[in-house]
């Protein structure tokens, strides 16, 4: 759109009036052409696009008010300045009830036309500009590969559904799955795709500094605060905010992100200004959110409005059938990031890509696939380039992925219990603990006897 | 070029625009001996001069062939027929304009009466109004002649000459402009 003159088209049955405009404008730049009735108008936007229509409401056939529709119907994105004689309200407010941009009472002060006028042009070509940012995102290619199993197949069809609403989401999925991309994916589809997405991780941060880091904060807040800083919810503004590892959010924050949630306004911390804030929502976790809640440890109210939608991601062992291509995709890519044409993976390399566990889910498998090509000086990557050559049948797929301690609490406990038969008494005897601790751990971990 | 009084305008206003346009633009300026009448424009309901009629007049004085670009010079408030007021018009890429010094007096704005703020303005209105009978539309940059001034206080903020792509595309000198900065 840029570059050409901005198209006009004047609709009036009295011909001095196109004149008048026709003339007015063309000095100002803009191509225009005139019509002399609805019907006329209407043949020749059939012909021809135009960017803004100056057109009068009273004309005998076709009125103003009706062409509107008609063409509205065909562009929604058109802006129509409406004109008449009479001033009337109630036409003012159908008027621009029905969709036109603007109302004018003839004659008008050319200064109010003008800046009218060139204001409706800006808005189309804005949104013009915004649809073809859409087109182009939605067209392009996600910027990672999400492999092409039932399982994802399912994950990309929730993340189509769910994206051009403005629903919060909650992406549920192991450490290394792609929560991230998901939620990024899920903002270049959106409406708000020309916003700004902003990434918070939750689990890196301390209390005072999430705080500080959501929600900003004023000069002199806090020890070390010499500037004011906007916070990143500020920052989300017309966009995404996506809060990685939100099951680590202490109490303290859960409260002030609700309430940032629910008032739709911040706080700056040490501030007392209430900031209107405008953002989606998009949340990501790979604890047990529910189990948090019964232990008391994140708040029931914050995660009903944080999981309106969820999307879970299959750990890649869940999906084998993506686990060589998605191989084969970072191969391509490191392969050309580092100028190397490399032809593939040898049988046994796959072979052994197909065999490992993958704990660390796409994450691990990019690593070992870019380490590999560092280590590998012919054109084809071989199972002794793989770091997981020596531990991949040493996985536990017991661990599941998950390496915290709890995880590995919860494995012994029922290891413990099941050699001693789920005898409650002789197992906390064996594992040093007494009945009642056990039994809360077994509640805990949801082990229960067979 | 030729000026055409018409009107009430004083002719020391035509005579010292004569000199300032003919200095701006490095060629001759006449000024027509007849004074164009303006009745046939006049709007009884408006108590305003249509613009639109007064540059028909100003084209029936031409012979055929005869290229010469016409300007009429006027004292009386102009409009068109959708417009409340406009303080000029022209022929876009045609052989007749018309300012008018109603709306740049300065006492109309209860301005302080400076005839050198009048002057002025009506050079620009005159070299703007030139502008678009030689095809050129409304430029962005701010102090070039042809950039749009919708009131007196925008007039004052341009020059009195072409910004460099404008003059080009005018076929206009652009030096001698200068003179009055």
């Known amino acids: 759109m840029s570059g050409r003159m901005p198209r006009l088209l004047i609709v009036d049955d009295e011909r001095h009036v196109r004149e008048s405009l026709s003339h007015w404008f063309t000095e100002d730049g803009y191509d225009t052409v005139t019509a002399g009735s609805g019907r006329e108008a209407l043949d020749l936007l059939g012909r021809r696009d135009v960017d803004v229509i100056v057109s009068d ?121 792609g929560k991230e991309l998901i939620a990024r994916l899920i903002h270049l589809r959106s409406q708000r795709a020309y916003g700004p997405v902003v990434a918070v991780n939750c689990g890196a941060l301390s209390e005072s500094l999430l705080e500080s880091e959501l929600f900003g904060h004023e000069k002199g807040a806090f020890t070390g605060a010499s500037s004011r800083r906007t916070g990143k919810i500020e920052l989300a503004d017309g966009g995404t905010l996506f809060l990685d590892e939100v099951g680590e959010v202490t109490p ?22 209430e ?22 440890s994140f708040r029931d109210d914050l995660f009903f409005r944080i999981n309106v939608f969820t999307i879970t991601i299959p750990p890649l062992r869940e999906r084998r059938e ?31 890509i197909l065999d490992y566990e993958w704990p660390g889910n796409v ?12 280590v590998c000086r012919g054109e084809e990557v071989g199972a002794e380039h793989l770091p997981i050559a020596a531990h991949a049948h040493a996985a536990d797929p017991g661990l599941a992925g998950d390496y915290s301690i709890a995880a590995l609490e919860a494995q012994h406990i029922e290891k413990v219990l099941r050699v001693h038969d789920y005898n409650v008494t002789q197992a906390a005897k064996a594992l040093g603990i007494d009945r009642v601790t056990l039994y809360n751990k077994m509640r805990k971990y949801g082990i229960e006897r067979p | 070029m030729e ?6 305008v004083p002719p020391a206003v035509v005579r010292e625009l004569r000199r300032d346009l003919a200095l701006c633009l490095d060629r001759r300026v006449a000024i027509a001996d007849e004074v164009l009448a303006l009745d046939d424009a006049f709007s ?15 084209l029936e004085g031409l012979d055929g062939g005869d290229e010469r670009r016409r300007m009429a010079v006027v004292a009386e408030d102009l409009f068109l027929p959708v417009f409340t007021h406009i303080f000029s018009s022209a022929q876009f890429r045609g052989l007749a304009a018309v300012v008018s010094t109603h709306r740049l007096t300065p006492t109309w704005l209860d301005q302080p009466a400076d005839p050198r703020v009048l002057r002025l303005r009506l ?4 070299l703007h109004e030139l502008g678009h009978t030689l095809g050129l539309v409304h430029c962005k940059v701010p102090w070039c002649v042809m950039s749009p001034s919708l009131d007196p206080d925008h007039v004052d903020l341009k020059d009195p000459a072409f910004c460099a792509p404008c003059a080009e595309a005018g076929g206009i000198p652009r030096d001698r402009t200068f003179l009055f900065l």
């Open chain 1, 57 to 177: 409401i009273k004309m005998p056939g076709m009125d103003g008010l009706e062409l509107q529709h008609r063409v509205l119907e065909k562009n929604p994105h058109a802006a129509i300045i409406l004109v008449t004689a009479y001033a009337s309200v109630a036409t003012a407010v159908q008027a621009l009830k029905e969709g036109a941009y603007d109302y004018m009472v003839k004659p008008f002060d050319p200064e109010q036309l003008s800046q009218v006028v060139a204001r409706a042009y800006e808005k189309v070509k804005l949104s013009t500009e915004n649809e073809t940012l859409r087109e182009r995102l939605s067209a392009a290619e996600p910027p990672f590969v999400t492999g092409t199993s039932r399982a994802m197949a399912k994950v990309m069809e929730l993340v189509d559904m769910v994206a051009p609403t403005d629903t919060s989401v909650l992406i549920r999925g192991e450490s290394g799955t």
């Open chain 1, 252 to 273: 303290k924050v859960q409260v002030e992100l609700l309430r940032a949630l629910e008032e739709r306004t911040i706080t700056r911390v040490g501030g007392n200004q």
């Open chain 1, 275 to 296: 900031i209107p804030v405008n953002f989606r929502l998009v949340t990501a976790t790979n604890r047990d959110l529910e189990a948090a809640i019964r232990d008391g």
């Open chain 1, 322 to 352: 993506d686990i060589l291509p998605i191989a084969e995709h970072f191969l391509r890519r490191f392969g050309a990031a580092m100028g190397r044409p490399i032809r593939g993976f040898s049988a046994e390399a796959r072979d052994l």
């Open chain 1, 363 to 374: 994450r691990e498998l990019a690593n070992a696939v870019e380490r590999a090509l560092v």
């Open chain 2, 3 to 8: 000026l055409v009084p018409g009107g009430a």
């Open chain 2, 44 to 58: 009884p309901e408006r108590q305003q001069y249509r613009a639109d009629m007064i540059l028909a007049a100003l």
């Open chain 2, 123 to 126: 050079l620009k209105e005159a």
